[in-house]
């Protein structure tokens, strides 16, 4: 008899593009439920179970085990740093992570950069052997530069929009952003024939598309 795989989805942006990755992929994953508010979702036409979580804690929930596999940004693969596998590149959602700051900008002693991402911002600068003193903001992370709470800001960009709308230019790209497929170490033995089928069936389709 198959595994159910219990798999930890990213709610929000990602959500549609990856249930429509695992669609093409000849997964059977109804379309009615995109717009479910539904955290605990079962998919047994694909042997699936989805737990819908917020992107940040879908490491998390696959580190400790209560998720068998989760489909989560490389961004916060980088920030939280958590002990799983990353079995492949999804190709989806793809966008950058770079520092942004005002055209005007000049180096400044100890900038202040604002960040929803302290781990990977601190890492960067502090790698460059530049001192940064790093603000942990939660949204809206261009507003810092434009009303002086932060020198700098890193954040994602993706079309750019954000940061034509507001005057700020990207000065550094840090990283390409695309969205992964994770495991639990543990699930990763046990489940390994279902895991692995279901990486074949996901790579010949992104396979397919490039
Ligand atoms: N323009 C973008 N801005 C932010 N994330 C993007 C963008 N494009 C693609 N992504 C990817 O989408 C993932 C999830 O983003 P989403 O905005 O849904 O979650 P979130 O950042 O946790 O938002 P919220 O705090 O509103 O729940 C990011 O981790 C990143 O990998
Ligand atoms: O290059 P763009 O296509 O404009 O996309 C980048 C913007 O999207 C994200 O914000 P999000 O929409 O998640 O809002 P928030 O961070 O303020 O919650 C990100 O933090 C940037 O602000």
């Known amino acids: 008899m198959q595994d159910i795989l219990k798999v930890a989805m990213p709610k929000g942006r ?3 593009q990856a249930s429509r990755l695992f669609r093409e992929a000849g997964l059977m994953i109804p379309e009615d439920m995109d717009d479910s508010r539904r955290l605990i979702i079962p998919v047994p036409e694909a042997g699936m179970e989805f737990i819908m979580a917020k992107p940040v804690d879908v490491p998390t929930y696959v580190e400790y085990g209560v ?12 920030e939280e740093d958590r002990d799983v596998y990353e079995l492949l590149d999804l190709g989806i959602a793809r966008c950058r992570m770079s520092v942004i700051g005002l055209p005007d900008w000049q180096p400044v002693l100890n900038p202040r950069v604002a960040t929803k991402y302290p781990n990977v911002a601190s890492q960067y600068f502090r790698e460059r052997g530049q001192q940064v003193e790093v603000i942990k903001l939660n949204g809206s992370i261009e507003l810092a530069p434009l009303i002086g ?5 890193v ?17 550094e790209e840090i990283f390409a952003i695309t969205t992964r497929l994770i495991a639990n170490r543990v699930s990763y033995r046990m489940k390994n024939a279902t895991i692995q089928a279901l990486c074949d069936k996901l790579q010949l389709m992104i396979a397919s598309v490039r």
Request: without cysteine; aromatic residues 2%.
């Open 14 to 16: 990602i959500y549609k």
């Open 67 to 78: 998720a068998d596999i989760g489909v989560v940004g490389k961004d916060v693969l980088m």
């Open 149 to 153: 709470l932060a020198d700098r800001i």
């Open 155 to 171: 954040d994602m960009v993706e079309t750019g929009q954000t940061l034509r709308d507001n005057g700020l230019v990207e000065q």
